[in-house]
């Protein structure tokens, strides 16, 4: 059973909540970041499949819509702001209801921007904290995608529209390592929309600095197959959370 819950005042401030049936105790929870450039064009319904799949693996899902750019009200740092207060949300709804959530188990897992916020909801900021990241070909160098054409101009309007070197590296996952966390970063060898070479970089910077990182490269994969619950792809993934 699907529920819908608001975290803010906004349309878009809202979780879609899937909770797993038949479970006893306190579960795992992973919370969903739909991928989209950050545009209002694209919401979380992109991840409807993962959330079935999860919920019927013995997840509570919480996929999480926020204010995108366009005529959401979106950008940066609102958009990160709204992950952040669902997060503060599930954290609150685990305090009043002890038996339902294991807050030892909560994994942000987010495709392409919403890689890019997962990997960002990492860092600790007071709220329920995220103790594992999946992210699925995401985005994690900003200024990068700029300087390659990426997007069709996605990042100036998410950023603003004369962006300083400041919000670049901050909203930059790979200028923010170590994030601290345990990371498994899955992408396809033939995405046409996030180039592969961004992930291997970021891996390779994150372990650098000390992250622990499980690094998926898929074979034959492109931008999509990733958030594709029959794809080899989506099962590198639950092999990965089978072992938190």
């Known amino acids: ?127 329920a904290p995220v103790t594992a990241v999946v992210a699925l070909a995401p985005i994690t160098d900003l200024a990068r995608c700029v300087e390659e054409g990426l997007g069709e101009g996605a990042v100036e309007p998410f950023l603003g529209p004369v962006p300083t070197a400041r919000p670049y590296g901050e909203s930059s996952p790979v200028s923010r390592v170590p994030l601290g966390v345990s990371q498994v970063v899955v992408h396809g060898d033939e995405d046409q929309r996030v180039p592969v070479e961004h992930s291997r970089d970021y891996v390779a910077a994150a372990r650098a600095a000390g992250d622990d990182v499980d690094y998926r490269e898929i074979a034959g994969a492109d931008h999509f197959a990733v958030i594709d619950p029959a794809h080899r792809a989506w099962r590198e993934v639950r092999e990965y959370l089978s072992g938190l």
């Open 1 to 127: 059973m699907r529920t819908t819950v608001a975290y803010g005042d906004h349309p878009s401030q809202i979780v879609h909540i899937r909770e797993p049936e038949g479970r006893g105790g306190p579960t795992p929870v992973a919370v969903l970041l739909h991928g989209g450039w950050w545009r209002d064009r694209f919401d979380a319904s992109l991840m409807d499949p993962l959330s079935q799949d999860l919920a019927d693996a013995g997840w509570a899902v919480w996929n999480v819509e926020y204010r995108r750019t366009g005529d959401d009200d979106g950008g940066w740092p609102q958009t990160l702001e709204d992950v952040e207060d669902a997060l503060t949300l599930l954290g609150e709804t685990a305090a009043g209801d002890r038996g339902r959530y294991d807050l030892g188990r909560v994994v942000s897992i987010g495709h392409s921007a919403g890689g890019h916020l997962a990997l960002l909801s990492a860092l600790d900021t007071g709220r």
